[in-house]
């Protein structure tokens, strides 16, 4: 996949476009891709995918608050080129783009920069200032310019549209099997190991404690989980637990990410790591002693092993 950040380079003729924010490129985003590059492939030109960046929901709120999101930039385009398509282009997302009239955006971004042949939109997306832009008024603009244009179906599972919205949610909520259902893959973490307190090694459970490479990322709710990591090219089983580590710190504690990594003894600090969250294993709590915190932890353990044996 080619990926072009702004537009100065970006050339094709004719293509097949779809554009949107595309927050963790879940099933119902990779249909939209899928009828993108089988549309393109049809017609014999490329398939391109337009997003912004950043989020334009940290941009319109001044600084992103408390906003959090299911992938980075970093982890969309990955899941955007496994989905086939041939280029990307990223635009970076600023208030004035925010003001642009829906007709402008048309004309600048997908006829003059893109010189769109066929757009396939989402079946909510929305376009210009104050979103103002819709299916309608793409099909005047699309006569207009003489482009092709088709609106896709919302995808559901049972009867609930898939959107990132739902997802983030579910998360949020600790519904990880179903948000992974919907996401078509395992939720994933990336970031760095960093320094951590060793309260774990000292409980015969050393951990690495993890930072997120992206400030906005959702995580997910305070449990105990069954993950897989990532370390360069090899994989390894393991458990992840995120919360304020009330039974050892009491109500003061920090809310951290630490994963311990069986049967593993390397140094990995400083590491870049990645996670895949399988399974839920528990909600977090307080334990009366470690001695009851030791013996959940091994519960913990045999029950992941099982859950990612399976």
Known sequence: METYFGHREFKSDKPVLTLGIFDG?????R???NSV???ARSLGTDSVVMTFDPHPRIVLSGNGGSLRFLSSLDEKLGLIEEAGIDKLIVIPFFIELSKMEACDFVKKYLVDIIGVG???MGFDHHFGYRGYGDAATITEYAARYSFGVERMKALKEK???ISSTLIREL?????LEKANSLLGYPYLLKGKVIQGKKIGRMLGYPTANIESDYPYKLIPADGVYAVEVVLGSS????MLYIGPRSTIEGDSGKRTVEVNIFDFEDDIYEKDITVRFIHRLRGDRKFGSKGDLLK?????KAEALRLLSL
């Open 25 to 29: 490129v879940h099933r119902g985003h």
């Open 31 to 33: 249909a939209l891709l």
């Open 37 to 39: 590059t089988n549309k």
């Open 118 to 120: 066929h757009l396939i």
């Open 159 to 161: 009867d609930e549209v």
């Open 171 to 175: 998360i949020t909520e600790g519904e």
């Open 235 to 238: 994989h390894f089983k393991a």
């Open 296 to 300: 959940q932890i091994d519960k913990d």
